[in-house]
């Protein structure tokens, strides 16, 4: 059955993503860029060093990757999160550069 990838990070995934959800999804995005669901032996190799090395990338992502707002660092359950309303409205308080002067 083909599984979309879905993403990985709180808070639209609840809880931790493990290791089975990662590699499922590098597997599910080496299909879709090599456009085989299942490699020829000639290349099986290549193809399960590649879900192999984006899983790890993958899992180093989610490891690392802070979430705004939910006080989390998304693969650790803790985190540095500073104030719970900074990722409820991105660039909100972010000033907007003033438009160029018109001149005639």
Excluded: W
Excluded at 24 to 41: H, M
Excluded at 64 to 80: K, L, N, P, S, W
């Amino acid at each position: 059955m083909c599984r979309s990838i879905k993403t990985l990070r709180p808070p639209v995934l609840p809880e931790e993503a493990t290791e089975e959800d990662i590699r499922a999804a590098a597997l599910q995005y080496v299909r879709k860029v090599s456009g085989f669901r299942a490699p020829a032996a000639h290349n099986r190799e290549v193809f399960d060093r590649a879900v192999e090395e984006i899983a790890e990338a993958t899992a180093r992502l989610l490891g690392d990757i802070e979430v705004r707002g939910a006080g989390v660092r998304a693969g650790t359950g803790t985190g540095t999160g500073t104030d719970a309303s900074a990722g409820a409205n991105p660039g909100a308080n972010t000033p907007v550069p003033a438009a160029p002067a018109r001149t005639a």
